[in-house]
């Protein structure tokens, strides 16, 4: 365990300027929640998880290329499969806990960690996500996107359009100096002014060295509190936010696929940011 979190050398205060330093040292003087040292990456670090979330990207690309009706999960399985290996990587989902395939396609009332299978096909009015994770010489990468299938209707259509707005807008106060919970207040009052509700039992997370690290990135919550967000952290935002209330239960049958408890659609969009000293830089897309 430890080889592998200071894989790309121990991150020391050196890796920042002293003015950044003293700002870390100031904060914690006064009290403030301060990840740990081990999830701020060394410049090297930071370049092989850049490399693994261009393969990352590429995956969902090809995805958005050849998704259609009529097409079987597995076949997206597949795709993923074939495109991640074919570019030296691994898809980070394939056994992975147990989990049995390379992608998690979730489709209208699934929230997320749907197992493909070759008798799940899309159909007109759908709506899926597929959620990709990569390795690449051992740094992870993890993003997913929105697919609407054939004739949407307007209600599904607007919960797909205002969870990406989630995204952007938690995006967009992952500033450094800032608190998690300005993220999650972000998102949560954007979803609820339209009227949907945020999944509380799931949230965003550290990724880049292992799949999932600290800190967890929660899509609500309050400002001013929580984990502060510091220059050189990887983590995901990912809000699941659902067209009815905020409840979800885990499919018994296969231990994976998590459901909204009142069967109303959920939708989910995902990018990973590293943060820099001025702002952050999207790395997966």
């Not at 999830?39 to 930071?46: D, G, M, S």
């Not at 009015?125 to 740094?139: E, F």
């Not at 002014?193 to 609500?220: A, M, Q, T, W, Y």
């Amino acid at each position: 365990m430890m080889k592998k979190l200071l894989k790309g050398g121990r991150f020391t205060p050196e890796n920042y300027s002293a003015e950044i330093e003293d700002k870390i040292q100031k904060y914690r003087k006064l009290g403030y929640k301060l990840p740990p040292r081990r999830v701020i990456r060394t410049p090297e670090q930071i370049e092989g998880i850049r490399e693994s979330a261009k393969i990352n990207t590429g995956v969902l690309d090809c995805v958005a290329a050849n998704i259609r009706e009529g097409m079987s999960t597995a076949e997206i399985d597949k795709l993923v499969y074939d495109y991640t290996v074919g570019h030296g990587a691994i898809p980070a989902p394939l056994n992975y806990e147990g989990f049995p395939k390379s992608v998690c396609t979730s489709i209208n009332e699934v929230v997320c960690h749907g197992i493909p299978n070759e008798k799940e096909v899309l159909r007109s009015g759908d709506i899926v996500n597929v959620d990709v994770s990569t390795i690449l010489n051992g740094y992870f990468s993890d993003a997913s996107r929105m697919f609407m299938i054939g004739e949407v209707s307007p209600d599904k259509k607007k919960l797909v359009e205002v969870t990406k707005e989630c995204l952007e807008i938690g995006i967009a106060a992952a500033q450094p100096w800032a608190r998690l919970g300005d993220v999650g207040a972000a998102i949560q009052e954007h979803a609820e002014k339209n009227g949907f509700s945020v999944v509380r039992d799931l949230c965003g997370h550290g990724v880049g060295i292992e799949f999932h690290e600290s800190p967890d990135v929660e899509h609500f919550g309050r400002r001013g509190t929580g984990t502060m967000i510091l220059p050189g952290m990887t983590f995901t935002i990912e809000p699941m936010i659902n067209m009815g209330a905020y409840d979800v239960f885990i499919n018994q049958a296969d231990g994976w696929t998590v459901l909204t408890d009142d069967g109303l659609p959920s939708a989910q969009w995902e990018k990973m940011l590293l943060i820099t000293e001025t702002g952050n830089e999207i790395l997966t897309y």
